[in-house]
Every structure is written in C-alpha cells, then in structure tokens.
C-alpha cells in the first residue's frame, strides 16, 4: 500500500523513559514484535527516529 509504513515494536519499553514510553504508546504498539501500519508521514518518521532502539520500520 502506497503513503504508508510499516512499525515493528522488537524491544520492550519497560526501562526506558516515560517520553520513549509515550511514544511506542502513542504509534499504537502495545506488544513487543507487534506491527502496526500508520501513513508516511514527517510525524510518524519523527516518532520512530526517537526511538530507533526500539522499533524497526519493516518491509
């Protein structure tokens, strides 16, 4: 599907700060190796460069 990404949440959250937490939170990831689908955008990029050590952008 074109315009949209694929984020793969591989690494837990629980030691990190609550900031990182609010991130994965607020992609949609709840579950560690869960994928969601959000749209291509600047601001759902900018949420995964934040937290590169955690998410993974699959396909």
Do not use: A, W
Not at 19 to 44: A, H, S, Y
């Amino acid at each position: 599907m074109e315009g949209m990404i694929r984020i793969k949440l591989y690494r837990s959250p629980i030691c990190t700060p609550d900031k990182q937490k609010r991130v994965v939170k607020g992609l949609g990831l709840r579950k560690v190796n869960q994928i969601v689908e959000r749209p291509d955008t600047p601001v759902f990029r900018g949420m995964v460069k934040k937290i590169p050590h955690l998410l993974m952008v699959v396909e």
